[in-house]
C-alpha cells in the first residue's frame, strides 16, 4: 500500500517516519520545507502538493489545523478529491466537527473515493512512540483495509461507528478534560482560600469521589511544579470545547457547562497563556484570588 501524508507538523511528522519505519512506501506534502526535507533524507518521496501526492497514494493520510484548511486541501482546485485514484481511501485524522466528515464523505463518494475520519489521542509523545488512542469513524470492510496502517501508528484503536462517529466521540472525551480541569482549578483555589493545604487536598480528592484525570494528570507535574510550558495546550483546548459546541447546535444539544468551560479557557488565552498546559487555567483563579496553591 502507498501512503499519502498530507500535514507532516508536530502529530503529523512522527507518524510518518512510524510509517516509513515499518517499510510503507510514503508520499508527504506540508507547507514546512524542514519537515518534508527530514522526511524526505528519512525515504519520504516529497510532493509538492496535494493533488500529486493523491494521484500516487492508494491511502492519503491528513492531520491538519482545521476543518476549513482539511475542505480546502480536499476540494480547492488541483486538490486531493479530483486527484485521487477510483478506490482510493482518505483519512483524516485531524480534530474537526462531525458535520465536517460527513460533508467530505458525501462529496469524496462523488469521485469514488472512501473518506474516513480517526482523530487521536495521546499527543506528540504518543505520536513519536506510536501508542496513540485512535478513534475510527468508516465501515466495517475500510477499517478492515486500514487496521495494519492504524496499527503502526496507535495502540488503543477503536472502530466507533460510521465516517463523523470518531470526530464525534473525541469531542465528548476532550469536552469531559475541559470542563474537568477547569472545575479542578476552580476547586483547588477555594480550598486555599478555605484554609486548606494542597497536598491535603490532592491525597483525600484522590481517593474520593471528586477524583479525576486531570487531578491525577496535572496536579503533581503542572500545578505544584509551576511548570506549564509543556502539555497540551490552552489554545487547542478552546478548539476542542469550541468544536463541542458547535456539534451541539447541529443537534439541538444544551451545552452549558461546555459553554462556560471555554470561557474559562478563553480568559486564560487572554492572560497570553495560549500555549501553556491547559493546567495553566489555574494561573486566572490564582490571581482573581490572590493566592498562589503551591505555596498553600
Known sequence: M????IGVGAMGKPMAKNLLSAGYEVY???LSEANVK??????????????ELAAKADLIITSLPNAKIVETVMTGQGGVLESCQPGAIIMDMSSVAPASTKAMAKAAERYGVVYMDAPVSGGVAGAAAGT???????????????????RVL?????????????????????LLLGVSMAALAEALVLGVRLGLRAETMKEVIGVSSGRSYALEAKFDQFIMADA????????????DLGLALDAAKDVAAPLPLTAAAAQVFEMARAKGF???DISAVVKV????AGIKIKNS
Do not use: P
Open 2 to 5: 502507498k501512503i499519502g501524508f
Open 28 to 30: 508527504v506534502h506540508d
Open 38 to 51: 527530514e522526511l524526505g533524507s528519512l525515504g519520504a518521496k516529497v510532493c509538492a502538493g496535494g493533488g
Open 132 to 150: 496513540l488512542t485512535i478513534m475510527v469513524g468508516c465501515d466495517e470492510a475500510t477499517y478492515e483495509k486500514v487496521s495494519d496502517v492504524l
Open 154 to 174: 496507535g495502540k488503543n484503536i477503536y472502530h466507533v461507528g460510521e465516517a463523523g462517529a470518531g470526530d464525534a466521540i473525541k469531542i465528548v472525551n476532550n
Open 228 to 239: 506549564f510550558d509543556k502539555g497540551f495546550a490552552v489554545d487547542l483546548q478552546r478548539k
Open 274 to 276: 495560549n500555549r501553556q
Open 285 to 288: 483563579w490564582e490571581d482573581l
